[in-house]
């Protein structure tokens, strides 16, 4: 069963006595929100009181954007549904509520963020809240500890491993973070100003090798639940709260991942604000603010919680890198960088991104602590 506009009410009526969330004699009004790849998402509210919604996420069997010709498998939405479940349990105030969930339609009713924004968007207009970062570390470093293998027990293990193991998903990260960026994929553009780098980037065998052993530490080692696409864009914001979104990559994997992709974001609206040094000051904040708050957060027997802490900060600097490069040179941009006019900044601002973040992968190991990483900058 694929919704739309018109069958989605008749699925929420169909399911009142699992879901419940309307009353049954309820004027139902649906809309389709979001731009998401891969995914259909609607809003469903009630017309006499329009506050009160929910919204329903379906995974179709194919990558929404490119049609059924691209097939991709639905139980991604499993995947979604379980984490859910487990952020419901451990960081509930960081994460929408999941009212139902249909494993046979993948579809997942949610709690709907009406009045919450993009992280991406506030960046992108130059607004840096430091409670945010604060927000979205403590729930990485909740999550993370509490479902991390030096705090179970190997049954725990063992089920968090099957639970999660995503491996459809996992695939195609690993393949468009680590791997095609750095080929001649038809999937790839970037500025045409930039190619001479790019080229250097691609025969540089010091970086191949370590993009390598991060591609390998991505697919390989298995200590958390890992969202799997915590960007700026998976963050949803209001003035007092913030919220983890889309994670449908989940697995359990290298923590660190998690941390990576969030620094690379902020990374990449920082480098697109170069003519605004109070925002990149706020964000050059952020950076060192998440890293202390996961910190704390993260809890964990102290005989063995400073070195596990060394490898997910050691993993995070590379897996950084490796963002802030693909969100350039690869298949998936990002609206920060996209949305500069001026050709010639834009090659200046991309050229900053590669070098910087090429210098995080080559130079991981010797980069060990986060005020070292911003001193880069």
Known sequence: MELNKETIIQYLRERQSEIGFFDPDADLHSEEIGDGNLNFVYRVSDTKQPERSLVLKQAPPYIKILGPDYPLPSDRLTYESRALEV??????????????FDSDAA????????????????????KVNQTVPKLIARFM????????????????VDKYRDDFANTVMQSITADYVFTLPFTDHETNFYTDGIGAAVDQLKTDQQFLQETDKLKSLFLTVQRGLTHGDLHTGSVMVN??????????FAFYGPVGFDIGLFWANYLLSYFSHTENADVQSEIKKVIIQTWETYTKEFKMDPSVKFRALQIIFNESVGFTGMEMLRRVIGAAHVKDIESIIDVQRKTRVETAI???GKTLVKERHNITTVDEMVELL
């Open 141 to 156: 470093g909740c999550v993370h500890s509490r479902t991390y293998t030096d705090n179970l027990d190997s049954v725990s």
């Open 87 to 100: 952020y419901n349990r451990f960081a509930s105030e960081a994460v929408p509520a999941q009212y139902y």
């Open 107 to 126: 579809i997942i009713a949610m709690e709907d963020l009406r009045g919450y924004r993009l992280l991406r968007d506030d960046l992108i207009a130059g």
């Open 239 to 248: 003035n007092t709260s913030a919220k983890v979104i889309d994670s449908e």
């Open 354 to 356: 590669l070098k910087f």
